[in-house]
C-alpha cells in the first residue's frame, strides 16, 4: 500500500478520469471554427491539410472516425470524435503532469532512491492531483481540448517526452533504463506528425542527463548540455524534417532524370544510405563499447523511424484527395511543403524593419515534374534589403497586410503618445519586443490561465482597456489596472470573465521557490522547460501586432509547466503545516491538499460555462447557410479560414450541399489548385476554364503587365479574345507576361440567360448587353484575378457564380454592381444596380428579397444560439454580422416595395436568430426596430426598444463613471450608444403610447442629445 509507483499510477489515473468526464461535457458535437473542418475532414478520409501537414494526427484521427462510423449513422458525429480524442488526449496529458509532479515531489522528500511512507504517498498524490487538475482546467489547453485541432495531441506529446525523460531520471542509473530516454526520442519523432513543439523539451532533457551522469554539475556543464539539447532540436529540424527528403530528392533527380527510372524511385536508394549509415554507427558503437554514441544513435533512429509516418502525406497527395493541400506528391513538393514556404518568414537574427525597401530579389529555382522528368517551373523569391535597412535580432520587420500602420501606433504608445520621427530603430525594436511580444503575447496569457481573465474579446493594444486583458477578481487591483467596474453592466459580463484571485498563481509560486531552494538541479531542468515552451516560442515565432486572433494556445507546454509548480504548492503548503505550525501526523497532510485543491476546483468552476461547447453547432450551421445561399451546381468564392473550412466540413463530413464548389480566393493564386477546379468533386462537375495547366503552371503568368502604362490608350477588349491571347505564347514579351488592356467586356447573351434560367422573364428589360470588368490604374493583373476572370467568363452561363458575402471587396474585380445577393452568397449576374458603398460589401449590387427570405425563413439554422444562454466566441463576428446585413437588405427591400409583412417577419426571425442574451442589443439592431414600427408590429417592436434601452441606459451609465483615461477605450461603444439612444427616443414619436414613452424617456431621458444640444 505504501508504493509510491501505485499511488502514481492510480493518481494519473484519477486525474486523467476527471478531465476526461469534464472535457466530454463541453467538448463540441459537430465541426468547429478555423483549421478544426480541415483536419477533422482530413482524419476522416485520410486528405491532405495544409503545410506541414499532420500525418499522425490524421492517422489516429481515422481510427476515431472509424469507430464512430461503426456505432453511430450521425455524420455529425465523426466530428465528434475527433473533438472527444482532442479531450482524451489533453486528459492524458494532465495524468502525465500528474506523474511528473509526483516524480519531482518525491526527489523533494527522500530524493532520487529513496523510499516514502504511507502518509508521503497520499502528500504526493495530492500535490500530483492539483497539479494535474491545474493543467487541464488551464483556459489555454482546455480550448483545445474541446475541438478537433492538432495543439491538444501536441501538448500531450509534449508531456509525454517530458514524462519520458523524468521517468529516467528518477530511476536507479542502469543502462537498462536507457530506454526510457529512446521512448522520449520517438515520441519527439512522431510529434513531428502533429507539431513540432514536443522537441522544445530537449535542452531540458539534456540537463536531466548531464545532472544524472555526472555526480558533480557545474553551471560551465550545465549551459553546454543545454546546448547539445539545442543541437538536438536544430538535428530534427534541419537533418531529418528537411535533410531526409532533400537527399530524396537529390536521388529522385538522380534516378528519374539521370538513368530513367519511374517516378519515385529516388526513394530506394535514400532508404539504403540512411539504413547503411545508422547499422555501421550501431555497430561501431557496440564494438567500441561506445554507449553514449549508440544511446544517441538508437534515439537518432527512432526519431527517423517515427518521421517516416510523413510517408502517407506523400500517398495521399498521389491518390489526389479532394483536400490535397499543395499536392506534395513528390520530393519537390514535399520540402517547400515541410518548410511552410506559402507562409514566408521572419527573420530572427538579422532582417529588415518594417520600413526597409526591397532593393532586389534572390531567386531559387524549384523543380517539377514536367512530362516524364523533372524540369524548372517555378522560382522561389525573397527580397534583398539593403544593410541600412536591417538591424540586429529584427522583432519589427512586419511589413504585410497594413502592419506598418501597426508598428507605428505602438511606436507612438511607447513614445509617451509623440510622434517619433526617423526611421525606426533598435530602441523601438526592443521595446516592440518587451511590451508586445513578451508583455502583451505572453506575459498576459499566462495571468489569463493562473489569475483570470477579463472577457472574451481579442485584445489587440494594452492601451484599450475595454478587452483582452487579465483580471484577478480582487476589485481594487483589477479597477486600479484597467477601470472603475462599480457600474458595469452585470448582464454584460462575458461568461470568459474568470476570476482566480492570484489563487493559482501564488500557489505556483510558492511551488515555484519551494522547488528552488530544496532542489536546485530540478528546478533549473524544469525553469529550462517553462522558459523555452513560454518565451522561446514567443521569441521564435517573433509575433506581428493583430494575430487574427488570440495564440495562447500554442504555449500551452508552458503552462502545464507551471501548473506542476501549482503542484509543488501543496507540498511547500506541508512544509509549513509541518514546520511553522508545529502540525503532525495525517492533518498537515490533509490540510496542504484541502487548500491547493481550492485552485484547480476554481479554475474548474470559473472556466466551465466559457468552454462549454457541448450545445454549439455554430460552425457547421453557419457553414450550412452559405451552401443554402447558393442555387444548384453552383460556384461561390471564398475568402477566409471560417467561410472556407466549415464549408469543406460541412460537404466533406456531413453531405451538405455536394453539388456546390466551393473557392478559396487564397489558394487560386497557386497552379496546383486551379488545376483541382478542372476536375470533378462529389456531385460538382469539373470547372471549365480556358487557360491551360501549362500557362498557369509555376512562374508562369503570376503577373501580366498592362502594355499601356496610359490608362488612356486602353482599348475595350471582349474578354474571351483577351483570354486567349493571355493564355498563348503571344502574352510573353521579354520573359514578362503581358495583357493588352485594363478594359474588359464580357458580352451577354440574353437568350442563353433565359434557355439557362440565370434569371427570370421579367429581368428583360434590366440586363445588360455586356458586364464591364475595369483594372483601373493598376500595372497588371495576377494570377489569381486571371482565374478567377476565366471561370467567371466561362461558367457564367452554366453555373450560377457567388462570391461570399465575407470575401475581401478587393477579390470582386470591380463586379460589386453586376451582384445580386441571395443570401450569403453575392451571386454575379448580368444586370448594373447601383451599390450602396457605405455598406461595405454588403451593399453590393441589388438584393434578390423572396430568394433571401426562402433561405432565411426556411433553410438557415442559427447554431443553437437562438436557444441556448451560451458564450458566443468573437470568431463568430464576421458570420454573424454578415447574416444580420443580409436579413437586413432583405427587410429594408420588403419595406420600400410595401410588403411589409415579409419585412416585419424578417425583422422578428433576427431577433430571434440573435437574441439579447447571447447578443446583447446595441444600435446596429435599430434598423429592424424602425421596420417593425413601420410594419405595425408595435407590441414587437415596444418589446426589443425596452429591452434595447434597459441595456443601453446601463451602458452610457457606466460609461459616464468613468475616469478619461479609461473613457478613452470605451469612446467608440460610447458614441454607438448615444447614437442608440437618440434612435430610441426619436422612435416615440412613431409609436405614440405615452406611458410606453415616458418609460423609456426615464431610461434616456438623461442622454437626449436634442436636449443636450439646447442646454450647450
Known sequence: MNSFKRASNLTGIAVFIMSFIVYFLTVERTGS???????ILGAYKLQVVHPPGASIFVLIGRMF?????????????????????????????????????????????????????????????????????????????????????????????????????????????ERTHDRWLVFAAYSGGLSIGVHLLSILTF???????????????????????????????????????????????????????????PFHYGVIPTVLLIGALIFFLLRYCHQKGLHSLQLLTMSALMTVIAFSTLGVIVIRANAD?????????????????????????????????????????????????????????????????????????????????????????????????????????????LGFMWNYQVKWMYFRYFMWNFTGRQNGKQGYHPWDKSKGH??????????????????????????????????????????????????????????????????????YSNQPPNEPRERDYVLAGSFFTFSIWVGLGVLALYSLLKEKLNMSGIAPVAGSIAIGVVAPALMLFQNFDDHDRSSHTAARDYAANFLESCAPNALIFTYGDNDTYPLWYAQEVEGIRLD?????????????????MRRALNESAPIKVSISSEAYRGRNRNQMFFINRDTKKDQTINIYDELKFIGSPKSKYQDQFISRTRKLVLPIDKERIFKNGILPVKDTANIVPAININFGNDAYITKDQLAIMDIIANNIYDRPIYFAITSNPEKLLGLQDYMQMEGLGLRVVPVKSSSDRTLYIYGSGRVDAETVYDNVMTKWKWGNFDKEDTYVNTSYGAEVQAMKMVMLRASADFAERGEFEKAANMAEKYFEAFPNFNFPYDSSIFPFINILIKSNRMDSAKKHLRLFSEVTAQKLAFYDSLEEDAFNSFKDDFGYSMRGADDALRSLDKIKDPSFSAEIEKLLGDYDIQKMQRNN
Open 470 to 539: 487579465w483580471v484577478s477578481g480582487i476589485k481594487f487591483i483589477d479597477d486600479m489596472r484597467l477601470y472603475n467596474s462599480d457600474l458595469f453592466p452585470e448582464y454584460l459580463e462575458s461568461d470568459a470573465h474568470n476570476k482566480y484571485y492570484f489563487i493559482p498563481f501564488l500557489l505556483g509560486l510558492l511551488g515555484l521557490f519551494f522547488h528552488w531552494f530544496r532542489t536546485d538541479k530540478e528546478f533549473g531542468v524544469l525553469l529550462i522547460l517553462f522558459l523555452i515552451t513560454g518565451l522561446g516560442i514567443i521569441i
Open 203 to 261: 535542452p531540458a532533457i539534456a540537463l536531466l542527463y548531464y545532472f544524472k551522469k555526472y555526480e558533480k554539475p557545474t553551471i560551465k556543464g550545465a549551459f553546454f548540455s543545454m546546448f547539445l539539447g539545442a543541437i538536438g532540436i536544430i538535428f530534427v529540424m534541419k537533418v531529418v524534417i528537411v535533410g531526409i527528403p532533400t537527399i530524396w530528392k537529390n536521388m529522385e533527380m538522380l534516378m528519374v532524370n539521370g538513368m530513367g527510372m
Open 33 to 39: 471554427l478555423w483549421d478544426c473542418g480541415e483536419f
Open 321 to 429: 484527395t479532394p483536400v490535397n493541400m499543395n499536392v506534395p506528391s513528390d520530393a519537390t513538393r514535399l520540402i517547400p511543403y515541410l518548410n511552410r514556404e506559402q507562409y514566408g518568414e521572419r527573420p530572427l537574427l538579422f532582417g529588415p524593419h518594417y520600413e526597409g525597401q526591397p532593393s532586389g530579389l534572390d531567386k531559387e529555382e524549384r523543380y517539377g515534374i514536367l512530362g516524364d522528368r523533372y524540369e524548372i517551373v517555378d522560382d522561389k523569391f525573397d527580397y534583398i534589403y539593403k544593410s541600412s535597412d536591417k538591424i540586429l535580432f529584427p522583432r519589427i520587420g512586419h511589413s504585410d497586410s497594413g502592419r506598418p500602420a501597426l508598428h507605428n501606433q505602438w511606436r507612438k504608445y511607447l513614445n509617451n503618445g509623440e510622434t517619433p520621427k526617423g526611421k525606426p530603430g533598435q530602441l523601438y525594436n
Open 65 to 173: 472516425t472509424w469507430v464512430a462510423e461503426l456505432i453511430s449513422d450521425n455524420p455529425s458525429d465523426i466530428a465528434f470524435s475527433i473533438n472527444l480524442m482532442s479531450g482524451m488526449f489533453s486528459a492524458m496529458m494532465a495524468g502525465l503532469v500528474a506523474s511528473m509532479t509526483m516524480i519531482f515531489g518525491k526527489i523533494i522528500l527522500v530524493g532520487r532512491n529513496g523510499e516514502t511512507n504511507k502518509n508521503e504517498n497520499i502528500l504526493l498524490s495530492g500535490t500530483g492531483l492539483v497539479g494535474g487538475l491545474t493543467a487541464a482546467f488551464c483556459t489555454s489547453i482546455w480550448f483545445s481540448a474541446v475541438e478537433g485541432e492538432v495543439y491538444s495531441m501536441s501538448t500531450f506529446f509534449t508531456a509525454l517526452t517530458m514524462w519520458a525523460a523524468v521517468k529516467w531520471y528518477s530511476l536507479p542509473n
Open 660 to 676: 456546390v464548389r466551393v473557392i478559396n480566393l487564397s489558394l487560386i493564386t497557386v497552379d496546383w489548385y486551379i488545376d483541382k
